[in-house]
């Protein structure tokens, strides 16, 4: 697999040189790195495992336990960082309200379990979703659970079409790649309606002679 660049190459390097904890360690980083794509270092997991370099089994085990470890490291950060951190940093956030965040509070307190849970087979959100779990100081426990089930389901997929796809693992990452980037689009265009709509209020509330609201 020497001939393989970019980000594949350096799982490749990662998987040759410590075998199955280095997929483990690849997927741990993805999900502090969301730019090194998970639909890269799984299929090439399997593909590795197809050529009797690395035990199939011990790929799922290892990547899944990289995903729990790079998600509890982004739990712990917004754990750290706070509520009162975050308010802070909101209240100085142009066209952004607190009322924003106490309504995404009040969301995640009633679908968080279901986030966390489905984030883990959405990129982006996949890595993201820890953050605000740690934030809301959701019980460890299930956190790790959701976290552990979630990742056995997605790892044990696309290492399994790496495996039995071979040399055209690719495939797979082309597929989920174009996910990816469609998932991207969604949230991009959402953040511009967003500020659009934003923008509209304030400039209608200042023409009213109305205060901006809190």
């Known amino acids: 697999m020497s001939d393989i660049g970019g980000i594949a190459g350096f799982a490749a390097d990662l998987m040759e040189w410590l075998g199955a904890p280095g997929a483990g360690l690849a997927v741990a980083l993805e999900n502090l790195f969301p730019p090194i794509p998970s639909e890269v270092i799984l299929p090439l997991a399997g593909f590795t495992a197809s050529l009797g370099k690395m035990n199939l089994a011990a790929a799922i085990i290892w990547t899944t336990i990289g995903s729990v470890v790079g998600a509890l490291a982004l739990y712990g950060i917004g754990q750290w960082f706070g509520r009162d951190r975050l308010y ?47 934030l809301e100081r959701m019980p460890l426990r299930i956190f790790l659970t959701l976290t552990a089930v979630g990742s056995l389901i997605w790892n044990t997929l696309f290492i399994m079409l790496g495996y039995g796809l071979g040399s055209q693992w690719e495939t797979v990452s082309d597929v989920v790649g174009t ?29 009213a002679g109305l205060p901006e609201e809190p």
């Open 88 to 134: 802070a940093v909101v209240a100085r956030v142009p066209l952004v309200k607190v009322t924003d965040v106490e309504k995404t509070e009040a969301w995640f307190a009633k679908h968080g379990t279901k986030a966390v849970f489905f984030g883990r087979f959405v990129p982006i959100f996949r890595s993201m979703i820890s953050i605000p779990a740690g």
């Open 179 to 207: 996910y990816s980037k469609g998932v991207l689009v969604l949230v991009l265009l959402a953040v511009v309606v967003f500020l659009a709509v934003r923008l509209v209020q304030l400039r209608r509330r200042r023409k």
